[in-house]
């Protein structure tokens, strides 16, 4: 569900105010059993998801326009499990694969552009984030030798950004942009438990902070004779705090017994410094007949620091891609 107002006036705080309010409800599951095991194991999740916006706009004068707004955001999560005996029919309660969990962020945000000339406009923001973790681990205890029953994580967080555009003439664009970003800890990789692989499980790990990205990227696009558009863009990314998987221990083991088999303990922890960068290019030109054709290419390099000061590469940096079309 989804339900806006937007309303206008010549007010000397804004112009005009937005207000957005949504709902979702999500569900999923898993039903799995192994080979040979009598056991049919059903895991199911629920979770409600509500948020509000408020945002107002207000142009101070020709050149420069101010946005600002507040927003809040609750996720309540539901996790449970089943097994099933498929010989008799029986049903008793199962390990669930997260905890009873709360997550909530409220923001408040203020960005400028300020059109410098006809040619120049630069912009810059910054955002307050305080996110907040509650998770229950008590559905989990019996299956697991858990040496915690909850969870807790209610921390703060500033970003900011700042940019510009120029544009020296009507065939040339050029742009540049620094910012901060973080993400905090969700239910997902504070408190899952799941076999990544055979013999391997992922137990929760209750004191992970938020990873913070420090963001660069700078574009020039140009069009040549009204019949040729090139445009080449550089970014970099540096991740602090880097939310990986890696070997954990659980009540002083480095493995446990998971759906009968001992399995090797790991946890999500912020462990690692990770580097993203790369080059996009794109190319379009017009030709004759109605036709046109397009290519653009993408290079990106991801780097992972490990545990022993060495490098590897990310897991979820994309291999070099492009695509070229006849239109």
Same mark, same amino acid.
């Given at each position: 569900?989804?339900? $806006?107002?937007?309303?206008?006036?010549?007010?000397? +705080?804004?112009?005009?105010?937005?207000?957005?309010?949504?709902?979702?409800? %999500?569900?999923?599951?898993?039903?799995?059993?192994?080979? @040979?095991? &009598?056991?049919?194991?059903?895991?199911?999740?629920?979770?409600?998801?509500?948020?509000?916006?408020?945002?107002?706009?207000?142009? &101070? $004068?020709?050149?420069?326009? +101010?946005?600002?707004?507040?927003?809040?955001?609750? @996720?309540?999560?539901?996790?449970?499990?089943?097994?099933? @005996?498929?010989?008799?029919?029986?049903?008793?309660?199962?390990?669930?694969?997260?905890?009873?969990?709360?997550?909530?962020?409220?923001?408040?945000?203020?960005?400028?552009?300020?059109?410098?000339?006809?040619?120049?406009?630069?912009?810059?923001?910054?955002?307050?984030?305080?996110?907040?973790?509650?998770?229950?681990?008590?559905?989990?205890?019996?299956?697991?030798?858990?040496? %915690?029953?909850?969870?807790?994580?209610?921390?703060?967080?500033?970003?900011?950004?700042?940019?510009?555009?120029?544009?020296?003439?009507?065939?040339?664009? &050029?742009?540049?942009?620094?910012?901060?970003?973080?993400?905090?800890? $969700?239910?997902?990789? /504070?408190?899952?438990?799941?076999?990544?692989?055979?013999?391997?499980?992922?137990?929760? @790990?209750?004191?992970?902070?938020?990873?913070?990205?420090?963001?660069?990227?700078?574009?020039?696009?140009?069009?040549?004779?009204?019949?040729?558009?090139?445009?080449?863009?550089?970014?970099?990314?540096?991740?602090?705090?880097?939310?990986?998987?890696?070997?954990? *221990? +659980?009540?002083?083991?480095?493995?446990? +017994?998971?759906?009968?088999?001992?399995?090797?303990?790991?946890?999500?922890?912020?462990?690692?410094?990770?580097?993203?960068?790369?080059? *996009?290019?794109?190319?379009?030109?017009?030709?004759?007949?109605?036709?046109?054709?397009?290519?653009?290419?993408?290079?990106?390099?991801?780097?992972?620091? /490990?545990?022993?000061?060495?490098?590897?590469?990310?897991?979820?940096?994309?291999? /070099?891609?492009?695509?070229?079309?006849? $239109?």
């Amino acid at each position: 569900n989804n339900f $806006n107002i937007a309303y206008q006036n010549d007010h000397r +705080l804004y112009d005009k105010i937005v207000l957005r309010l949504a709902q979702q409800h %999500f569900e999923e599951s898993r039903i799995e059993r192994s080979l @040979n095991n &009598i056991n049919r194991n059903t895991q199911t999740e629920t979770v409600g998801a509500y948020s509000v916006n408020l945002d107002f706009s207000k142009s &101070i $004068n020709k050149k420069n326009s +101010l946005y600002y707004g507040v927003e809040w955001v609750l @996720n309540e999560i539901n996790s449970t499990g089943l097994l099933t @005996n498929i010989s008799s029919g029986s049903k008793i309660k199962g390990p669930s694969r997260y905890p009873l969990s709360d997550w909530s962020s409220m923001a408040v945000y203020l960005t400028d552009e300020f059109r410098v000339s006809d040619k120049l406009t630069v912009q810059g923001g910054l955002r307050y984030n305080q996110f907040r973790l509650k998770a229950d681990f008590a559905n989990n205890i019996e299956y697991y030798p858990f040496p %915690f029953t909850s969870a807790n994580i209610n921390q703060g967080s500033i970003t900011g950004s700042i940019g510009g555009v120029f544009r020296p003439s009507d065939s040339w664009v &050029i742009s540049g942009n620094f910012g901060t970003a973080f993400r905090s800890p $969700n239910v997902d990789d /504070l408190g899952k438990v799941f076999d990544s692989e055979p013999g391997t499980v992922t137990v929760p @790990n209750p004191d992970l902070e938020a990873e913070y990205a420090y963001n660069f990227d700078f574009g020039v696009s140009k069009i040549f004779s009204d019949k040729v558009k090139a445009d080449l863009t550089v970014y970099y990314t540096h991740l602090q705090n880097a939310l990986v998987r890696r070997d954990f *221990q +659980l009540a002083g083991k480095d493995s446990i +017994l998971y759906n009968g088999q001992l399995s090797k303990v790991q946890a999500i922890q912020n462990a690692a410094v990770a580097r993203v960068y790369g080059i *996009q290019a794109g190319l379009e030109i017009k030709l004759p007949a109605g036709l046109s054709f397009s290519s653009d290419l993408n290079i990106q390099i991801g780097e992972e620091e /490990l545990d022993d000061g060495t490098t590897s590469a990310s897991r979820h940096a994309a291999p /070099l891609f492009g695509v070229s079309r006849l $239109n």
